[in-house]
């Protein structure tokens, strides 16, 4: 009986011991499967690999300092003795080249004028050249301040503690804006704690706050004449802005985040610099085309966003047209109703354009609609009959089409001084886009009414009558300007001055065709002018466009007088664009004229810009938009292709909830393997003892051997001892 007992003794432990080691095994893989492990962090170039000072040279170009690189001096190491296998004899084979290539050959990039693009030096087909952009020079502000002296003394950031202190006037636009631009620094919710938190090695001190002092009482809405200069000073443990609007304080706390920039350790740092900026011009815009492809307001959002990253000023809504009328009228419905593509889906109503211009106005962003009369109006006239003219054919008979605005009809203007009245009312802005723009005149001179009227009244050019009918709505315009805090002006394209109608002298003319001889023209009239010729983004081209858009600069062609010349704007006409390519197509190709439109005139070296522009385009990335490629293959050094997300966000808590909900089920299904494994080891006991070895083990413990009682202990300790240490793992993993 004692030879079958310990026949069963071992059994039981071969048994126990299988169970318990596979079961820990499989909780183990268990826990493996839900670990992930971070992405590495690469070292951004030109970020701490500085020279010793960073300074802005008489262009105000960066000038860096970083270890040369001799292209030509990458010889190839050589095998000169080669060892073949079961030969006594030693047999010298010629010079074979190292494959390697030399890692720094990655950096040379240069630009090819053959081509047209940029490339790797080290490539050997000179009539196929690799093609490789910049390497992005990360911590570099974009568009280029007027005074910018940084040096290589860098402070850690410590991105859960910055903090901002106003003094002066505090504006509450500040804080919602300190906070934008912190998620735009640091990407997603810092609250996970990914990276620890440690002082670098040649850093000296950590920035925890940034002090904004603002000089004038804060305006509610952005103006055409605001101030939006700026000081900015990064020194020890704190950054210092100075501005006199609130404005300034915005484009200045832009600049502090382009400042910061990451190193390998994936620890923010920013280096110290001394900025004192200011805009070159004051207007400086971008036009969005909402009437032949309907924009959500969520992309439109997202232009606001590129905008204020880019430090334009003013949004320029060309929001109706020929093809649709989406702005929502509650005066005139009909207009809206039958002029839509869609009055459920494709319509902007008070509140959502209420939405827009709060949103553009936290950003520093005035919103200017444009409603072009008296062409581009065919949408207005399912809604409003007797609003557009007739045309007639050769023989004086209707032909079924409609041409502009009828300019002989007084109804007409009453309905237009009504429908703008209640426009000037939705809208903040002082100004109002009217647009006047390419004007079919055959339309008109077939119609026998304007016939008619034009030899009542003497009138024998055609343009005669686009005059009237331009001072009779500027007209309407002034008089509903008088029932407004701001008053109102407007703008007009250049057609309405080429037609000599007689402007206001605060009317602004923006000059699309020609070049600075057309905006001379405007200048010499006393009036202010914009320009836009160079700078229409619909036209595209393969490969590389943006620096033809940052050459493009009219005041270096001729000596015009800069307080009449305002600005400029970039157009993005909607025909063969919509929501899912228009912001990729716009950005960041419309960062080149931000910066003709903000920096110095002697700013103009497109090569030395590249590298700063591609390390714009890796910001604008990281914040979450969807822009496209400027100068041909290449990579973000800091994009982690990951979405901001605000640590308030709802999606951020869903995913707390969901790791909570993943580390629960982890506790539950070792807990459910433990209970197994007692459950079996009780049947296993209840099976033993029917074969009377319960007995047998107490008469051990009782009366046996000594040898068996050892025998007996360790079964029952290696038994409780793992199953203790799987409740252990599972506790530890919890």
């Known amino acids: 009986m004692l030879l079958s007992f310990e026949c069963d003794i071992l059994r039981f432990i071969a048994i126990i011991w299988f169970i318990l080691k596979h079961a820990a095994c499989f909780a183990s893989g268990l826990h493996s499967s839900n670990i992930s492990l971070p992405l590495g962090q690469s070292q951004a170039a030109g970020s701490r690999v500085r020279g010793r000072y960073d300074s802005v040279n008489k262009d105000n170009d960066l000038r860096v300092s970083s270890p040369s690189v001799n292209a030509h001096n990458n010889r190839a190491d050589f095998r000169n003795v080669y060892h073949a296998p079961n030969v006594t004899s030693t047999t010298v084979l010629p010079p074979t080249p190292n494959p390697l290539v030399d890692p720094s050959a990655k950096e040379q990039v240069m630009w090819f004028d053959d081509s047209l693009t940029y490339g790797l030096n080290a490539t050997y087909d000179y009539r196929f050249k690799l093609r490789r952009a910049p390497l992005p020079r990360m911590g570099s502000p974009w568009p280029l301040p007027q005074s910018y002296v940084t040096s290589n003394i860098s402070h850690l950031v410590n991105s859960k503690s910055l903090s901002l202190t106003v003094t002066g006037h505090s504006c509450p636009i500040l804080h919602g804006y300190f906070e934008r631009i912190k998620r735009n620094m640091f990407g997603k919710c810092e609250q996970s704690g990914e990276t620890e938190f440690y002082q670098s090695p ?148 008070h509140e959502d354009i209420e939405e827009i211009i709060e949103e553009a106005r936290v950003r520093g962003i005035r919103v200017i609609p444009e409603f072009d009369t008296p062409g581009h109006t065919f949408s207005w006239g399912y809604g409003q009959r007797h609003l557009l003219t007739p045309c007639y054919d050769y023989y004086g008979k209707p032909n079924g089409k409609y041409g502009p605005v009828n300019p002989t009809l007084k109804k007409n203007y009453r309905f237009l001084k009504a429908l703008f009245q209640e426009v000037m009312s939705v809208f903040k802005d002082q100004y109002i886009h009217l647009g006047g723009d390419e004007v079919p005149f055959d339309c008109w001179l077939s119609n026998p009414f304007i016939k008619k009227f034009m030899s009542r009244n003497k009138v024998t050019d055609i343009r005669k009558v686009l005059n009237l009918y331009e001072r009779e709505l500027l007209k309407s315009i002034v008089e509903i300007g008088r029932n407004r805090k701001m008053g109102s002006g407007y703008i007009v394209w250049q057609e309405v001055f080429d037609n000599e109608v007689k402007l206001n002298p605060d009317a602004i003319v923006q000059v699309w065709s020609g070049d600075a001889y057309n905006v001379e023209r405007v200048i010499n009239a006393g009036l202010k002018a914009i320009f836009s010729t160079c700078w229409y983004l619909d036209y595209i081209s393969y490969g590389q466009d943006w620096d033809k858009y940052y050459r493009c600069d009219q005041l270096s062609y001729r000596k015009l007088n800069e307080s009449l010349f305002i600005g400029g704007e970039v157009c993005m006409w909607a025909e063969f664009v919509d929501n899912e390519g228009i912001t990729p197509r716009i950005w960041p190709r419309a960062s080149a004229a931000a910066e003709r439109l903000w920096s110095n005139q002697r700013v103009t070296n497109v090569h030395k810009a590249a590298p700063r522009i591609e390390a714009h385009r890796c910001r604008m990335l990281k914040s979450g938009l969807k822009v496209g490629v400027l100068s041909g293959p290449g990579y973000c050094p800091e994009y982690k292709h990951k979405r901001t997300m605000p640590c308030n966000d709802q999606t951020a808590n869903n995913k707390e909830r969901l790791n909570g909900m993943q580390s629960s089920s982890s506790i539950i299904i070792f807990l459910i393997i433990v209970i197994i494994v007692l459950l079996f080891i009780i049947i296993l006991t209840v099976v033993l003892a029917q074969k009377r070895v319960i007995s047998t083990i107490v008469h051990v413990v009782i009366g046996g051997t000594v040898q068996r009682k050892l025998i007996l202990v360790f079964v029952l300790f290696s038994s409780s001892w793992f199953i203790w240490w799987l409740i252990r793992q599972a506790w530890i993993y919890h």
């Open 202 to 349: 040649g850093t000296d001190a950590v920035l925890h706050s940034l002090s904004i002092t603002v000089l004038k009482k804060c305006s509610r809405y952005p103006y055409l004449e605001m101030d939006e200069s700026y000081d900015l000073v990064v020194k020890s443990s704190s950054a210092t802005i100075i501005s006199k609007e609130v404005w300034g304080a915005l484009r200045g706390m832009e600049t502090f985040s382009q400042l910061i920039y990451q190193d390998r350790n994936g620890q923010y740092l920013i280096n110290e610099t001394v900025i004192q900026d200011f805009p070159r011009f004051k207007h400086r815009g971008l036009l969005l085309d909402t009437s032949r492809h309907y924009l959500r307001k969520e992309v439109i959002i997202d232009n606001l966003e590129a905008m204020a990253q880019n430090k334009l000023n003013v949004f320029h809504w060309h929001i109706v047209d020929d093809q649709s009328f989406p702005y929502e009228s509650k005066v005139f419905p009909l207009l809206t109703k039958l002029g839509a593509y869609d009055t459920q889906t494709h319509v902007y109503t």
